[in-house]
């Protein structure tokens, strides 16, 4: 069986890590870049929500969130109607950084892709979706204390 996920993660990996070098001058490191794009496309999405998005636990989306209010690149709000739910949103701080972080995101996916058909990008997308879809059953069990059996 062809290595498959060992390819993307070697993608994933090396991509974060331009992109923590890259992104140092705005304090940005260790994925924090990843919730600042959701957020700011997705101004008032819940903690919950973000983490499910990104794929990654309750915990670790805690943190990052915390460390991004700190630095000054969100704020937390309440929900109108119940005041327990917390919605993000970007700060001006965040909004002047966005933009680069598109572009920086459009950039590394044009990289990715070059030398391939408009055909092929789409597949290739279409598979990948195919293919988180299928993860995404076993994260979510996993997640809610299960484990698999191999």
């Known amino acids: 069986m062809k ?3 060992h390819e993307i993660g070697m ?3 090396a991509l974060d890590s331009i992109s923590n070098i890259e992104f140092k001058e705005y304090n940005l490191t260790k ?3 990843l919730y600042l794009v959701r957020i700011c496309e997705n101004p008032g999405i819940i903690q919950e929500k973000l983490a499910e998005m990104i794929k990654v636990d309750r915990t670790t989306a805690a943190r990052a969130i915390q460390k991004l209010e700190i630095q000054g690149f969100i704020e937390k709000r309440d929900d109108e109607i119940n005041k327990k739910i917390k919605k993000l949103f970007p700060t001006d701080k965040a909004k002047n950084v966005y933009p ?3 572009r920086e995101g459009e950039y590394s996916n044009k990289v990715a892709l070059s030398g391939l058909s408009p055909e092929e990008t789409e597949t290739i997308f279409q598979l990948l979706q195919r293919v988180r879809k299928n993860i995404e059953v076993d994260w979510d069990f996993v997640k ?3 484990k698999r059996d191999y």
Do not use: D, S, V
């Open 3 to 5: 290595e498959i996920l």
């Open 144 to 146: 809610k204390g299960n």
């Open 100 to 102: 680069f972080l598109k």
């Open 11 to 13: 993608i994933a990996r």
């Open 31 to 33: 994925g924090q870049y």
